[in-house]
């Protein structure tokens, strides 16, 4: 039957805290160390299907872009393009390694930092690699990244898909010119500035199509929980840019799995961690 | 003890006698609202209690840590006038309890050190006609919102009184000298540890005090709360706030919850 | 039970009879559905002074800093011929171990403050710990201070060890116990790095210079890759150190930064975290039910 079915179990908590306690007082045992930033709600549903969380893992890169890259131009600046995907690839092929040295299936719940500055573009990586419990390590070239959290894998790999590794893609722009005459004539009508229009559609187009690429060369049947960050630059007002990044899925049941979520009506005014409604 | 209806102002007793007749006002939401009548309460009026207070002025020692009792005296008086008001509107509608207060302080340009030290919640009775007036035979209050007062309870527990603490404390500027000599070493400043310590457990004992006045089993929901107000930062208020409870039953009636994962947003 | 340094307060306080608890009435109601009585708001305090090397503190001499025992050192050179006197021909990454031991003392001691009022009280653990860390207006002054309720297990025997304690509290601690794993105390821990960029860090960040321009594409800035990483490193592998064989649960890792001159930069990693003890065998949770809600 669905994975999903709610079974409210039947574990008497007062014992297990009771014996828990106790077990304090026992000798530590020598076993079975790991490490991880998952939120414990996070933690709780990598515990319901079977997965255990084995070490916190970061992966980090700081690329130089030169000085004047950011200056007037024309077009593309391939140079900051080619540095924020270069730095992307290096963060996550580190946290890939990290993953992969620690025995772990794969990487969840990673933060993305990024940071672009006129002289350097970061990225950094921080999450959780993961294994089936007490799952002997795969080969590294078997080890996923992705930036789901521990309950979007959850729910993936309930429903039958599984994360294949990060697509990324980037590029930066700068806003074309327009001559004083244009602008003058311009000044008082409705019209499209179809050099902008066009010059942002590409940039856009350019930076989804490189993640695209990602994602194909993962040999992924899609991308989901992509996140698409744009606009001018805080240093640079007449450069543009645009990132994206995601999750290459790939279904690996032979057919989608419904997950047929309850209706619930919550009479809580706000999110507590306590959800009445879950009184059923 | 007062008269019950003394101090109020003549405009609150209109607005009360229209309330008595029936009609209600609560600042809950509808679910709070069907949350606390499915616990055989009904809401009976918005009540209010203010105090407008001039805080005395206290010398204080640049090099010294200690308490500024007129200070505490004032903030704490000022606080239980307000509470004490509000509780009184209360009596006058027949409530057995106050739900959902808030404290508030206000300043105004107007007024130099002065300050309106302000209570509100929502008066509620309970719908099988036994009092549930507290040990000192006023009604209960509570911080608790509607959900918490459903929850609480469940638990067996029931509240007895908003209970607080305040310490208004003096922290020394140059206290520390003594220990500057000695650069570029990591040392504990005792004197500071020990005078921030002791302001916050004053402030919590007196909270305590108030509950034990009250007959209170425990306190839930405990806040610390640090202000300087508009003394400088070297004078700080501790102020520990919390809901005084009494256990009235045996079990915990809670169903064990499921866990869920949402698919909305 | 060594002597007890609790100001007067805080002892009359934990001898009277009321209980306070810092926990919310959804988490108090969680605690007493799993046999978790309430005792006592229990807290401890610790303020910190730091010296004259927080923050910066020594200054870029001719030659390269030794390092502290025992901690992280990574010397830069520069290769290329040409020195003037702005010139960086060195450059270095270090840890500055002593802003990490003043922080884990200021830690160490308002947490075993904490705990020794929950002992105080006969508490089997500590819930709902809320830790934090100010910097005290003038003097250099951190305090650190921590609140928990201390509870008693129902039924338990007396304890015999010091308490357990947890940030956590209500229904995810209870679902903790659920899976199999008992909280055997906060832990946290610190790293700091201090970076002297040498002058190719400093002609990167800078935007590559004219020395570099020939380079092909943009360029990977190395000694600050490596301080920030190792400041990630250090941090995970001084709080791996305290775990022993337990596990690191719900951890939190802060990273900060600074910048004093062109390059030269402190980072921080501060990572904070549940150590727990796996008690059953793994036995896996029912999967939580998906839910729409319907508003």
Known sequence: MSGLEATSSSLDVKAEVRRANAFLAEKPPTTGAGTSDLSIDEELNLHSIGWEPVELVSGLSVFSTPAGLWNWGQGEIVMAGEAHQRAFVSASQRLHNEAAKVGAHGVVGVHVERQVYSTHIEISLLGTAVRPVGAKPVDASGVFVSDLSARDFTLLMVAGWQPLGLASGASFVYAPRRNVGTALQQKSQNVELTNYTEAMYSARETAMERMQRDAIALKGDGVVEVKLVEGPMRFAGHAVGFAVWGTVVRLTKESHHSVAPLKVVSLNDTDVAFDTAALA | ?265 | MAPTDLPEAAQRRLSEGAFSSALGVSDFAACLEMGLEPVGLVQGFCAMQQGSYMMGGLSRSLSPYGGSAGGYVQNYQCSHGMISNEHRTWGQNYEQTWVETAWMQGFTSSFSRMLEEAGELGAHGVVGVVDTVTRLTDAKVLEFHMVGTAVKVLDAPAPTTPPWSTYLAGQRLSKLFEAGLVPVSIIASISSIRVWAYCTTEFLMGGAGTMLRNSSGPQEIDQIVSAKSQARFIARSNVRAQLGSDSLRGANLELGEWEFERGDYEFQAVLRGNRVRRFKNFDPLPVPRATVRLS
């Not at chain 2, 008001?85 to 105004?108: I, K, S």
């Not at chain 2, 004197?191 to 108030?210: G, I």
Request: charged content about 20%; glycine content about 10%; proline content about 2%.
């Open chain 2, 1 to 265: 003890m007062s008269d019950v209806t003394s101090d109020l102002p003549q405009a609150t007793g209109h607005r009360l006698e229209e309330l008595e007749k029936g009609l209600f006002t609560s600042d809950l939401s509808v679910n709070e609202f069907l949350l606390i009548k499915e616990v055989g309460f009904h809401p009976v009026g918005f009540v209010m209690g203010s105090s407008i207070y001039h805080t005395g002025i206290q010398t204080r020692k640049w090099g010294q840590s200690l308490e500024l009792t007129k200070l505490t005296e004032a903030m704490y008086n000022a606080r239980e006038l307000a509470m004490t008001r509000m509780e009184e509107e209360a009596a006058e509608l027949g409530a057995d309890g106050v739900v959902g207060v808030r404290l508030t302080v206000n300043y105004y340009d107007w007024g130099k050190d002065a300050a309106e030290f302000i209570a509100v919640g929502t008066a509620v009775t309970a719908e099988d006609g036994v009092s549930r007036l507290n040990k000192l035979g006023k009604p209960f209050t509570s911080d608790l919102s509607g959900q918490d007062f459903w929850t609480l309870l469940q638990t067996g527990y029931f509240p007895q009184g908003l209970v607080m603490g305040t310490c208004v404390y003096h922290i020394a500027h140059r206290g520390i000298g003594q220990t500057l000599g000695t650069t570029g070493q990591n040392v504990e400043l005792p004197n500071f540890t020990q005078a921030l310590y002791e302001a916050r457990e004053l402030a919590m004992t007196r909270m305590q005090d108030e509950a034990t006045q009250l007959g209170a089993t425990g306190i839930v929901g405990v806040r610390l709360e640090e202000k300087s107000h508009q003394w400088g930062s070297h004078t700080i208020e501790f102020l520990s706030l919390g809901t005084a409870v009494l256990k009235t039953s045996g079990d915990v009636t809670l169903a064990k919850p499921v866990t869920i994962i949402t698919l909305d947003g």
